[in-house]
């Protein structure tokens, strides 16, 4: 199991255009930031390799080349804004090299979103030109709700992004849960259990708050991805000092921030951070 940072940057990216702050133009490479995507790639029970992404966003053609993304079985979305869904007319050619179609999870208000910008995709019929489009099979999550894709169980997770209610997800191996169920982690004791995966993992991008039904659900985790976008309040999400008291909350071993601004200088923020907490940066690799 690795779990890779695509990007980490906010909705405009770093360099921003047009901008000559000391971190647009900054020579350290962990400044350069993608606009916020993951990948989890892992071995499904057959031995099968799998990558399911997270977010597919405007820059998801670089990100993916620079990963080598060979092929995606499944794509997450978090929520329908341009920064998180803008990429998924390039997923056609995975259709082509996989000869399969892609499955696509999100809650019904981002399905509907999509099939409204790409109706070249889902409704090809109406296309002049019978050209090459994705193959997508969508489906919709419901928070709480949780799902198996290809031996990796995930919960959907309520979160806050201003006033629109957005997803997370956990994602756990299937000896980590409770009867199967995916309701509830039960403890397990992740010094012993594959002390090199990433799992237990929970990726909260895009989050301004978090209502109380889901910490629970947040629990015993090895891994936090959390959005911590700059200094100065935001109506829509985390201040690095809002991130860091959710984190000391939430406990996990590592927490990881994600959707940063030019704001946050790598170096010089994590020089502030303690042991556990860190800034994220593109092409991180946890396994």
Do not use: K, W
């Not at 990963?67 to 082509?96: K, M, Q």
């Not at 594959?194 to 090895?222: C, F, G, K, Q």
């Not at 000391?248 to 959707?259: E, S």
Request: proline share 9%.
């Amino acid at each position: 199991m690795r779990f890779e940072f695509l990007g980490t940057g906010t909705s405009a990216g770093i360099p921003a255009l047009g901008c000559t702050c000391a971190v647009c133009t900054s020579i350290d490479p962990r400044d350069n930031r993608l606009r916020t995507a993951a990948a989890l790639r892992f071995t499904d029970p057959d031995g099968n390799p799998r990558n399911i992404l997270l977010d597919c966003g405007p820059d998801f053609r670089q990100q993916a080349l620079r990963s080598r993304l060979a092929r995606l079985d499944a794509i997450l979305f978090t929520h329908n804004h341009v920064d998180h869904t803008f990429g998924l007319d390039e997923v056609r050619r995975y259709n082509a090299v996989q000869n399969a179609p892609i499955d696509i999870y999100a809650e019904p208000p981002t399905l509907d979103f999509l099939r409204s910008v790409y109706q070249h995709i889902f409704d090809p019929s109406r296309n002049v030109n019978d050209s090459f489009v994705a193959s997508l099979i969508p489906h919709p999550l419901t928070p709480e709700r949780p799902l198996t894709i290809h031996g990796l169980h995930i919960t959907p997770l309520r979160v806050h992004h201003g006033r629109l209610p957005i997803l997370g997800f956990r994602f756990d191996r299937a000896s980590g849960l409770d009867g199967g169920t995916g309701l509830q982690p039960v403890p397990i004791d992740l010094t012993a259990a594959a002390p090199h995966s990433p799992l237990p993992l929970a990726y909260l991008t895009d989050v301004s708050s978090i209502p109380p039904e889901t910490y629970p659900h947040l629990r015993n985790l090895r891994t936090l991805v959390l959005d911590a976008l700059r200094h100065r309040h935001h109506p829509t999400h985390l201040t690095l000092d809002q991130a860091i008291d959710i984190a000391h909350r939430i406990a996990a071993q590592q927490t990881y921030f994600v959707h940063m601004s030019h704001d946050l200088p790598h170096e010089e923020t994590q020089a502030t951070l303690t042991p556990t907490i860190h800034l994220a940066h593109d092409g991180l690799v946890l396994e």
